[in-house]
């Protein structure tokens, strides 16, 4: 069983999407279905066959949400501690090479946003940042190469 953790607002984020799934499967996706099963013969309905495929796919959907939300962990800015790089926190860091600042969020699954810097901690730069504190020098395996950065901030993610 895998755990998946989540901040209080994204957990509440994933139950909202399960909620608004099953509505949406139990009204819109089951109205098109009983259409689709109007229009005659169903071994030779197209639409049909697309409106259960449809259904079969958002299902799937559905049930990986489910589980999430069955083994999900969430984590409380109370429960962090203050001093260390952990799920929840935003990061600022320092290329080592380049100069370069960047400042990232680190936060559950069902969160990231990359074009505003919120990455999950399960990202190769995330996992290496984990448990590290300011001041520290991280070596980062990534697709493009490995960079070394440095720790300059961290702060409780507000959001």
Known sequence: ?????????????????????????????????????????????????????????????????????????????????????????????QDVATGETVQYTILGDGETDIDNGIISYQSPLARALMKHSVGDEVEVQLPRGTKTYKILEIEYYEG
């Open 1 to 93: 069983m895998q755990t998946y953790y989540f901040t209080e607002k994204g957990y509440e984020k994933l139950r909202k999407e399960i909620e608004e799934l099953e509505r949406y499967l139990k009204n819109d996706i089951a109205s098109e279905i009983a259409t689709a099963r109007d229009h005659g013969d169903l071994r030779e309905n197209a639409e049909y066959e697309s409106a259960k495929m449809k259904q079969a796919n958002y299902m799937a959907k559905l049930n990986a949400l489910k589980e999430k939300l069955m083994n999900a962990q969430v984590i409380r800015k109370e429960d962090l501690p203050p001093d260390i790089v952990t799920l929840g926190k935003t990061v600022k860091i």
